[in-house]
């Protein structure tokens, strides 16, 4: 058979010579050597037939087991992105040996719990007129418990369970701190008594894994957990004595009424706060923002509240607000006596500096005097009708209760 020859169609070339004529730019056709005829094969061995199929069997067992751990592998994997399993605080949180992908974190957060349930117990808080619940954790095997000073306010009987089975006993409470919000029990000691190794809270990040244990709602017949994230940090919130407390961790951990007290935990079940507050709706309940104090903090002040002291704080004597104008704090009032008023601070005032960190929010101020001492001297720099000015304040000492700041997040519920 031959093509058609017409314009507009290809033609199939049929006889090599006249496909070279007619396709000078192919190259020419080469000539290959008849192939050698190979020599004779000696007749096969049926033993080594027999050792090949042997090997046969164990590569396609090899290459088939590959080829389900792939399959499986990718059906892992495709589970995670569909769950969202992979989020920040999965990745947080320590990896358990042998654990299935999906189950790293679920494992992690029930190992944490399993270290630290025996370290964390109710408070039981009666008054005069009032009773009311708490958590506490032990932080030393002599029975030293800490909690919120806020649980402890006016308690005439407080009483602590150690063990889930077991009943109630007294607590002794050493010393109680309502600027930071912390107080020390005392129970005695016992065999069982597991304390809480504390973390430092300075080196925390945002969206650190986090886990809160507790007794919310009246829930003591074990602890609670529940789990998150921290969601922010350097926070101020208002104390019930409308002084600020500072350096506060976010969390969106579910924490409650009854969760005051317990200790924020790390992903290695490390303390890195005190619940303290959480934020609420009209309804009353955590809607993910809650506070913890910071353990730093704890490392501070409690050791003085076992010795039974006053734990003292610098204090200059000011009421202030967001500047309208720029940054800085605006001075709403001077409270008559303190140390600002005797440095000639004056209402009007912008504070744009203290001891030479930079003022661009109130909360600043509290900030640059939180590691000072009463008596020190400190340089506040503010403007004053727009004109630059210096002063130099001695630093007094905090009084029990301040008189409404307005700070910035003002009368927050206690859990």
């Known amino acids: 058979m031959t093509s058609d020859p017409s314009p507009g169609r290809g033609r199939l070339w049929t006889d090599p010579r006249e496909a070279e004529e007619h ?4 190259e020419p056709r080469r000539r290959v050597a008849p192939r050698a005829t190979p020599p004779p094969q000696p007749p096969e061995d049926p033993r080594d037939r ?3 199929l042997r090997r046969r069997r164990v590569l396609g067992f090899v290459i088939g087991t ?3 751990l792939l399959l499986v592998g990718a059906g892992v994997l495709g589970a995670n992105l569909l769950s969202g399993d992979d989020g920040p605080s999965a990745a947080s949180l320590p990896v358990i040996p042998g654990a299935a992908p999906a189950d790293q974190r679920s494992r992690s957060i029930r190992a944490i719990y399993a270290n630290a349930r025996k370290s964390i117990v109710p408070v039981r808080v009666r008054g005069a007129t009032s009773a009311g619940s708490g958590t506490g954790f032990v932080i030393d095997k002599g029975g030293v418990i ?4 806020h649980v402890v306010k006016d308690a005439e009987e407080v009483q602590v369970r150690l063990a889930d089975k077991g009943g109630y006993v007294d607590a002794e409470v050493l010393g109680s701190d309502v600027s930071s919000d912390l107080a020390v029990l005392k129970v005695p000691a016992a065999s069982r008594l597991r304390p809480l190794a504390l973390a430092d809270s300075a080196k925390v990040q945002v969206g650190d894994g986090t886990l809160a244990i507790g007794y919310p709602l009246g829930l003591n017949r074990s602890a609670s957990a529940s789990s998150g994230i921290v969601s922010g940090l350097g926070r101020s919130i208002d104390a019930a004595n409308n002084f600020s407390i500072e350096k506060v961790i976010q969390t969106d951990a579910a924490i409650n009424p009854g969760n005051s007290g317990g200790p924020l935990l790390d992903a290695a079940g490390r303390v890195i706060g005190v619940n303290t ?3 609420t709706t009209g309804g009353g309940g955590s809607v993910g923002i809650g506070f913890a104090v910071p353990s730093n903090t704890v490392r501070d002040v409690v050791p003085r509240l076992e010795r039974g002291s006053t734990v003292r704080r610098a204090y200059i004597g000011v009421q202030t607000r967001e500047s309208q104008t720029g940054p800085g704090a605006y001075v ?3 409270t008559p006596g303190a140390p600002a008023s005797a440095a ?3 209402q009007g005032d912008v504070i744009i500096a203290v001891g030479g960190r930079p003022v661009t929010i109130p909360e600043d101020i509290s900030a640059a005097i939180a590691d000072r ?4 001297r400190i340089e506040i720099e503010v403007q004053r009708a727009g004109a630059p000015t210096s002063l130099e304040v001695t630093l007094g000492n905090r009084p029990d209760n301040a008189s409404p700041s307005g700070g910035s997040l003002p009368g927050l519920p206690t859990p």
């Open 23 to 26: 396709t000078p730019w192919l």
């Open 50 to 52: 027999e050792a090949a």
């Open 66 to 68: 590959a080829v389900a």
């Open 146 to 149: 800490v909690t919120n000073a």
């Open 277 to 279: 507050a959480i934020l």
């Open 332 to 334: 709403a009032e001077v």
């Open 344 to 346: 000639g601070l004056q």
């Open 373 to 376: 001492k009463p008596g020190e």
